[in-house]
């Protein structure tokens, strides 16, 4: 009970301090992103002590060695936190962009401008970067936030929220502009999935479990981010060099992340040519193959279930099958994708054409590694998240996609007849 | 039971023709347009004979007239809405827009392309006009469409969704792209709300109860759309005359549509002058005026409750009062507005621009009656509503904002270093 009291009192603080935060100018939000940036590297020996808090009571209670590490703040990643403030700065101001315009036939001017959403709730695990990095990229767009990360990370993120508020205010900014939910229980979480109407939209960053539950329960309008079964499907048209370098960049370049690939497709055509040179190199790479049986017919591969084609690995597992076509990739890729990142691997015009036009992901890539869905490889300088979902924002979000519209009609005495 | 397994069965076959209509030319989907026009035509009197069950049993249970005005089709209103779907065919084909584009540093070209969404779910009231609308607009943009429509338009509905489908099919397309929900109880719209995963999104046109019981209850995607108490703001600096008749204008035009205006605010200063005025000129109208003391100073004048500032009256009602300036009515329309549409009227440039930053609705208007909000006025040539959320689409929604996009990204054997 109290607990929701106080998140919908922040709440309530957040949605108040948004409205000056909408009408602050470019030049006073990049100086409190500045001084943010300023604020953590002078902060440093506090903000390792408090974080050295938080890594004692996870390796106290148990938490794994690579949870911890998730967990842990180093100089480098804090210089890497306020790098990232810095850099958010030196990108466009999303806000008062006009999309489009016009003048109508009776001499209305029409314009679509970008204004923030007001106040957005970010429900993250783990890694107290998260917290300077999504701080900045509201604050850029215009946004109040209200940060509720991981319970295990609450001195991290109260020193770091300290941090930043000093300095949101150092620039004229209200502090409320940014803050921690108050409450590490589950109860917090609920209360900001009930906030309709004091909070605009919620992006929760983490496990399939969190996003589910937040998609299912929240009243509030949400952005599904980052759940990614991707394929790497090698057609028959494809240059098997270039796909064996794709899979395995796709598989193997880092494990943990949305973007890495978790299931393979072959053509029938090419399987001969392709599975052992694929497998071995898979296998040589320390990875486990789940595979049907054109797959378990080499050595040390396992034999898929249904359950391993709509898994999500993020470790060094993949499934795999052989596919007799194309449209056999795809019937395979709607049937089981998370409409995240997909490939084809294919030197066939044709076949590259009907791929990207019938596989609906976020990202569909050409003979390049799914790897590369990423607001950073995309060139957008932030992101706070990939969405898969169709609704607003689809793919890498950087910070246009952290922005609304509204239409402003101006007239002089226009009424209609 | 039976019903969600009917409503189910209809979303999984609604899904699988959204696959080959997302990939359908312009030409097949304007043919299809065309087709379903010159069948409503053709079908004249059985549509007309079908609609006239609905109004004999509307009118047999007691149904106010009104509604039952709104349930009649007549032969104009047919004509009306064959020439909207010729008009749809007219529109530019949103699908494969690319909405930005560039060749990334490592040679990666990136696309964002427009996509439909998939399957969209409409619930709606009354209107049986409405089927055809929102059936050519889902079907120019690409996407397959359930239709619940209200229960007391179901021979109508049946009808005309016969005669669409017969003309998808005769222009190649698959019959399933346009559907009835089946059932005609509760029980089929919350099979429709539930249905996440078969359905992309879900658009509730209707009363406020609809609208609100959808967002809340659905875990498919909401489009929300239409609720409209609506604000004229009558500055110290405004041009009476003007002011005069956009009150008049916004009030009166139509009161029955969401961008009617339902509240009226005046500067202290120009009361004394404004207000024998506007209260004369509205109560001629038959106007009945629910104000602040100031405005029951005048003979006729209702005292407003609280609940009136808050209300969308859809009648010959408005609720008035006087703020004591310009923060006076930004800080009255951020307590009441639905963020709809909301005008100020002035000649005083930098009034007008706190006045268009400060109020956070779908449409902000100087000097203009709210009656403009719409996607007709806008210039947009077909609206499947006004959207009064700020995620994904913002105000009158038209093709562009009835798709999602997605992603293209093409190399030549690019892996992440």
Chains 1, 2 share one sequence.
């Not at 922040?10 to 100086?31: F, I, N, V, Y």
């Not at 030196?90 to 314009?111: F, I, K, M, Q």
């Not at 246009?400 to 007239?411: F, I, R």
Request: net charge negative.
């Amino acid at each position: 009970m109290s607990t929701e009291r106080d998140v919908l009192d922040a709440a309530a603080r957040a949605r108040e301090a948004s409205h000056g935060l909408a009408l602050a100018t470019r030049a006073r939000k990049d100086r409190a992103l500045l001084a943010m940036a300023d604020g953590l590297v002078a902060a440093h020996d506090d903000l390792l002590a408090a974080n050295a808090e938080d890594v004692a009571r996870a390796e106290a209670g148990g938490t794994p060695p690579n949870i911890v590490d998730r967990l842990r703040l180093t100089a480098e990643r804090l210089a890497g936190m306020a790098q990232g403030l810095r850099d958010v700065a030196a990108l466009p101001d999303p806000v008062g962009e006009v999309v489009r315009g016009s003048t109508l036939a009776n001499g209305l001017e029409l314009r679509q401008v970008r204004v923030p959403f007001g106040v957005v709730g970010m429900i993250y695990e783990a890694r107290p970067n998260v917290t300077a990095d999504a701080a900045g990229i509201c604050l850029k767009s215009g946004n109040a936030v209200l940060l509720r990360g991981s319970s295990s990370a609450r001195s991290s993120n109260a020193a770091i929220v300290g941090v930043l508020r000093e300095a949101a205010v150092s620039a004229g900014l209200e502090a409320d502009v940014v803050q921690l939910v108050p409450g590490d229980s589950h109860d917090s979480v609920k209360a900001l999935m009930r906030a309709r109407g004091l909070v605009d939209v919620l992006i929760p960053r983490g496990g399939a479990g969190l996003i589910r539950s937040v998609v299912e329960e929240s009243t509030v309008p949400v952005i599904e981010t980052g759940v990614g079964n991707c394929h790497v499907y090698v057609d028959r048209a494809a240059d098997l060099d270039k796909a064996l370098a794709i899979v395995l960049n796709a598989k193997t370049h880092r494990t943990s992340v949305c973007n890495a690939a978790e299931s393979l497709l072959v053509h029938a055509d090419v399987a001969d040519a392709f599975l052992p040179r694929v497998v071995t190199a898979l296998q040589d790479a320390g990875v486990t193959i789940h595979g049907d049986t054109a797959f378990t017919a080499y050595d040390g591969v396992e034999a898929a279930s249904e359950e391993d084609y709509a898994t999500e690995y993020l470790s060094l597992d993949i499934s795999a099958a052989v596919v007799p076509d194309l449209d056999g990739a795809i019937r395979h890729i709607r049937r089981y994708s998370s409409q995240h990142s997909d490939a084809i691997v294919t030197e066939d015009q044709s076949a590259a054409r009907h791929f990207t036009a019938a596989v609906d992901s976020a990202a569909v890539l050409v003979n390049a590694s799914t790897r590369f869905t990423d607001g950073g490889e995309f060139g957008f300088g932030a992101e706070i998240g990939i969405s898969t979902q169709k609704l607003h924002a689809r793919g890498p979000m950087g910070l246009p996609e952290m922005t609304s519209t509204k239409y402003v009609v101006t007239g002089d005495g226009h009424v209609r007849p």
